[in-house]
């Protein structure tokens, strides 16, 4: 295939879905059917063409060195286009800031995952909403057994989110990739708050919920605080490389001269800058908070927002800029901040797990916990561990997320036949024995939570995260270095616990007999339902076989970890070339480390043991109804801690939101506008009315009164005139002749008596 050709499908790749969004909006609002048939099409066309591009790159790394692709190795960028967007700076001299796609195997595994996820999700999103069904008459609310009746509308938000994330994904440059990133922010507040008008009534034990519009409000809030941060960061990166273009900018050469220009420290802010976004976008403390009440959305954006898109992107954005990161790792402290917020997220967030009871809820700090697992890895430098755990993450997570909305589907069946409103039906408490009703549920739910729990071997997420715990034992061992401890004994501990509730969630769901009325009528998930969920499971398995180790057993020549030479090419080149350089900017080049037990055994213990604890206290005698959580008395105290998610929310309240609505209420309103600012004003008002009254006062002395006197004698004397005006000619006549006759006899006065010569003598 041409290089022009490729160069057109991928700047075609996310016009599908975008274009999708427009049709729906404009024309094809009323029409259901044509409306999720134009969601498919646009996502189906997305995905052919993300797959024909992703399978030309496999195939150029096939047909080289798999075990040292030379071709992607000196040439990763495979596939660039770009156009000038926007003229800046001398206009005589033509320059442009230019946007652009580029496809190098980082890109190409993303392609090859999102457009699958979304595509499955997007499948599965017409039998939640009941497609088919008699119509639902109450918007913005769930109409539990009835098709959604904003059908279309999420159609088409969903096609936007999906849009935008291909769109991240191929850019070539920072400022498209922010826009992507931006059009996401705007389609999960617009996702989570879908059921706008639905409200909560929650009784003592049930599990706290806010209404989704509040959940909406608070995901875009706490994201656009991230996002602030992360535009100084590319405005900071663009003022130093003058470019936002990948490639240019995170050469070797372009950052050992901009190492030299403003030192090292400067690029240590700068990542740290750009790594807020992601702190925020992938929910990393302290912006966690908002990913959990995400749940409120419809189950298809849940799994939308954790695994295809959203918090993916944090991670790939990091992920993409590695090489500054990689230098901010090794001359600043940026390491240690970056792996111990990811380390952190990962141990607190699994901890909060462990004690709560929504069958999403668990999923939700499942994910903050996971995503804390690739930020510890980026932290330490395990770049092809970060990322291989970001494509693992997303296969299992989507289908556990599908998983849990069909068994919540079919909780809402039972309420509906028991006519049970009252009861949660996403309250793990009240489920049990479902694995007879909702068998293919029960099945692919298991292999994604033994993928999420890391079941050695088989599933993806084992090779993963086996891989995370590698990069960090030989950092530990190897260079003696004390961030690689910790984060393989917060990751440990993390992994252990996620075992552990994994095993948890499913016994208490799918395991013992039925202890509600809604979990004995439950029933399966129709076809649109499962047929994801079969589908994403064979990912949640076989992901994991193109990264086994090439040196796995301390065998040489029998595997070949596909992906760390695939993805590695990525950047392979660019690393060794700092490594090498004389400022010595990166520790570690992108190699294949050396064979050790040690973190294989980490993985069997901690996955294992966290799977054999977790059947001892749930699954080997499960739940019946009524009986209490079995941690609740050895943990005591801790369990109400945990169960309260550490009180962050309760936290923030008091020391963040509380305060800030005191200034603004109380300080800024009552204080400085009210008080100073409407004081100010008022005076000002004041002084000018008393001038206003006192130019008054002189108008109407001056030139109302006065000129009122002079008007009046005027009309008076013209009162006296006018009667000389009697319109008679008769009249006229007589006083003209009088005047005439008068004027005679003067004048022959004058002259008889001899005045005159007298006169003329006084004008000479």
């Known amino acids: 295939m041409s290089q022009e050709t490729l160069q057109t499908l991928t700047w075609l790749i996310p016009v599908g879905p975008l274009l999708v969004f427009f049709l729906i909006v404009l024309f094809t609002k009323h029409n259901r059917t044509l409306s999720w048939t134009l969601a498919w099409a646009g996502v189906i066309g997305a995905l052919v063409l993300s797959w024909t591009v992703a399978f030309n790159m496999f195939g150029t790394y096939l047909n080289d060195d798999i075990s040292h692709p030379h071709e992607l190795i000196e040439h990763p960028v495979q596939i660039e286009s770009a156009i000038d967007w926007l003229p800046i700076g001398d206009y005589a001299q033509n320059t442009w800031l230019q946007m652009g796609v580029s496809v190098d195997p980082l890109t190409a595994v993303m392609l090859f995952m999102v457009s699958f996820a979304v595509l499955m999700i997007f499948i599965y999103s017409v039998g939640y909403h009941n497609y088919g069904k008699p119509r639902g008459t109450v918007r913005g609310t769930p109409n539990h057994g009835q098709e959604e009746p904003m059908f279309s509308r999420f159609f088409a938000l969903m096609s936007l989110f999906a849009g935008a994330m291909l769109l991240l994904v191929v850019s070539d440059n920072l400022l498209m990739l922010f826009i992507g990133w931006e059009i996401m922010g705007f389609c999960s507040y617009s996702l989570i708050g879908f059921w706008y008008a639905r409200d909560y009534h929650l009784k003592p034990g049930d599990i706290p919920h806010i209404p989704p519009r509040k959940a909406a409000i608070k995901a875009f809030m706490t994201t656009r605080v991230a996002d602030v941060v992360m535009m100084l960061g590319i405005v900071f990166f663009y003022r130093t490389f003058g470019t936002l273009n990948f490639s240019e900018a995170l050469s070797a050469h372009s950052l050992e001269h901009a190492a030299m220009e403003i030192g090292v420290g400067l690029l240590g802010v700068m990542a740290l800058l750009i790594f807020t976004g992601t702190v925020g976008k992938s929910a990393q403390f302290p912006l966690h908070v908002w990913l959990p009440d995400a749940m409120e959305g419809p189950t298809p954006v849940s799994a939308t927002i954790h695994a295809a898109a959203m918090v993916s992107a944090g991670v790939y954005l990091i992920v993409r800029i590695f090489p500054l990161i990689a230098v901010a790792i090794e001359g600043t402290g940026a390491g240690w901040v970056i792996a111990g917020i990811g380390a952190f997220t990962?141990?607190?967030?699994?901890?909060?797990?462990?004690?709560?009871?929504?069958?999403?809820?668990?999923?939700?700090?499942?994910?903050?916990?996971?995503?804390?697992?690739?930020?510890?890895?980026?932290?330490?430098?395990?770049?092809?561990?970060?990322?291989?755990?970001?494509?693992?993450?997303?296969?299992?997570?989507?289908?556990l997320f599908l998983a849990s909305g069909s068994v919540i589907h079919g909780m809402e069946h039972g309420a509906e036949h028991v006519h049970d409103h009252h009861t949660d039906p996403q309250d793990m408490r009240y489920m049990g024995g479902l694995w007879k009703k909702m068998p293919i549920t029960f099945w692919t739910f298991l292999i994604g939570g033994m993928s999420l729990s890391g079941l050695p071997f088989i599933t993806a997420g084992f090779w993963s995260k086996d891989e995370i715990f590698a990069d960090a034992w030989y950092l530990f061992s190897h260079d003696g270095s004390a961030i690689g401890l910790f984060v393989l004994v917060m990751l440990g501990i993390a992994a252990f616990l996620t075992a552990f509730y994994t095993t948890r969630q499913i016994s208490m769901t799918f395991l013992g007999k039925p202890r509600t009325p809604l979990a004995e009528?439950?029933?399966?998930?129709?076809?649109?339902?499962?047929?994801?969920?079969?589908?994403?499971?064979?990912?949640?398995?076989?992901?994991?076989?193109?990264?086994?180790?090439?040196?796995?057993?301390?065998?040489?020549?029998?595997?070949?970890?596909?992906?760390?030479?695939?993805?590695?090419?990525?950047?392979?080149?660019?690393?060794?070339?700092?490594?090498?350089?004389?400022?010595?900017?990166?520790?570690?080049?992108?190699?294949?480390?050396?064979?050790?037990?040690?973190?294989?055994?980490?993985?069997?213990?901690?996955?294992?043991?966290?799977?054999?604890?977790?059947?001892?206290?749930?699954?080997?005698?499960?739940?019946?109804?009524?009986?209490?959580?079995?941690?609740?008395?050895?943990?005591?105290?801790?369990?109400?801690?945990?169960?309260?998610?550490?009180?962050?929310?309760?936290?923030?309240?008091?020391?963040?939101?509380?305060?800030?609505?005191?200034?603004?209420?109380?300080?800024?309103?009552?204080?400085?506008?009210?008080?100073?600012?409407?004081?100010?004003?008022?005076?000002?008002?004041?002084?000018?009315?008393?001038?206003?009254?006192?130019?008054?006062?002189?108008?109407?002395?001056?030139?109302?009164?006065?000129?009122?006197?002079?008007?009046?004698?005027?009309?008076?004397?013209?009162?006296?005139?006018?009667?000389?005006?009697?319109?008679?000619?008769?009249?006229?006549?007589?006083?003209?002749?009088?005047?005439?006759?008068?004027?005679?006899?003067?004048?022959?006065?004058?002259?008889?008596?001899?005045?005159?010569?007298?006169?003329?003598?006084?004008?000479?």
């Open 521 to 764: 009528h439950a029933h399966e998930s129709n076809g649109f339902m499962t047929f994801p969920l079969v589908m994403l499971s064979i990912f949640a398995v076989a992901a994991g076989w193109v990264g086994i180790p090439d040196n796995f057993f301390g065998t040489e020549g029998t595997f070949v970890n596909m992906y760390h030479h695939f993805v590695g090419a990525t950047i392979e080149e660019t690393i060794a070339e700092l490594y090498a350089s004389e400022l010595h900017l990166v520790g570690h080049k992108i190699e294949t480390l050396p064979w050790s037990w040690e973190p294989l055994i980490i993985s069997l213990v901690v996955a294992l043991g966290g799977i054999l604890v977790g059947y001892l206290v749930y699954g080997r005698k499960p739940l019946t109804k009524g009986q209490d959580d079995p941690l609740i008395r050895p943990l005591g105290p801790l369990h109400g801690f945990l169960q309260n998610k550490w009180y962050w929310d309760e936290l923030y309240q008091a020391v963040l939101i509380r305060p800030v609505v005191y200034f603004s209420e109380v300080i800024v309103f009552e204080v400085m506008d009210k008080g100073i600012i409407d004081g100010i004003l008022h005076l000002v008002a004041r002084t000018f009315y008393a001038i206003g009254r006192g130019a008054k006062a002189t108008e109407e002395a001056v030139f109302g009164r006065a000129v009122d006197w002079v008007k009046d004698q005027f009309l008076a004397m013209t009162k006296e005139v006018r009667q000389l005006q009697t319109g008679k000619i008769q009249e006229y006549v007589l006083v003209s002749g009088l005047i005439a006759a008068a004027l005679a006899f003067m004048i022959i006065f004058l002259i008889n008596f001899g005045w005159s010569e007298q006169i003329i003598s006084w004008f000479q």
């Open 346 to 399: 990962a141990f607190m967030a699994a901890t909060i797990a462990v004690a709560q009871n929504d069958v999403k809820g668990v999923l939700a700090y499942s994910t903050i916990s996971q995503l804390g697992f690739m930020v510890a890895a980026v932290g330490i430098g395990a770049y092809i561990a970060a990322a291989f755990h970001l494509i693992t993450h997303a296969f299992f997570k989507a289908l």
